[in-house]
């Protein structure tokens, strides 16, 4: 009884420790992930200029309704709310009193950026457009997506996500 009760709890210790997640672990999370939808969450973004020293730092809120809609709120001194209803982009700056429309699917540069958005944030087929590994840390899980392709690798380093124990980001 009492080794069974030892063999139990180091069971238990042992799935619940920090540490990077299998394959199998991995692909079983993105499934408990796309059943649940993720569809708000907070963001922060830094983005890298060659001729800046030190990257432009940015944070907000992003909201995604499966499969190619979503809205992307960015706080702080430069302001601006994207909005997509998949077909359509439209982006606001609030501090100039100016907007921006872009159509998707006219094989622009734009279209690369929405598909990558797209993807990370609806992560059906995602093993397609990136490279993703996970890791176990206490009652959350971080995903690390790196894009696959060059083209995409020019527009987004690397998309960090945190999940809670509820699956929420």
Do not use: C
């Not at 200029?49 to 992003?62: E, N, Q, T, Y």
């Not at 009193?97 to 990370?120: T, V, W």
């Amino acid at each position: 009884m009492v080794l069974l009760t030892i063999l139990s709890l180091v069971s238990l210790t042992s799935f619940a420790s920090p540490g990077p997640l299998s394959t199998s672990e991995l692909k079983d999370l993105l499934a408990r992930i796309r059943e649940n939808r993720i569809t708000q969450a907070d963001f922060e973004e830094q983005r890298f200029l060659r001729l800046m020293k030190k990257p432009i730092a940015s944070s907000g809120r992003v909201w995604f309704q499966p499969p190619n809609k979503f809205r992307r709120e960015v706080k702080g001194n430069s302001p601006s709310l994207t909005v997509s209803n998949g077909q359509q982009l439209w982006i606001y700056y609030p501090n100039f009193k100016s907007a921006e429309y872009y159509s998707i699917g006219a094989r622009s540069p734009l279209d690369s950026i929405i598909a990558a958005i797209n993807s990370a944030l609806n992560l059906e087929n995602v093993e397609n457009a990136f490279d993703v590994t996970g890791t176990k840390i206490d009652n959350a899980y971080e995903l690390d997506l790196t894009p696959r392709t060059p083209s995409m690798k020019r527009i987004l380093q690397k998309l960090h996500l945190r999940i809670d124990d509820k699956l929420r980001a």
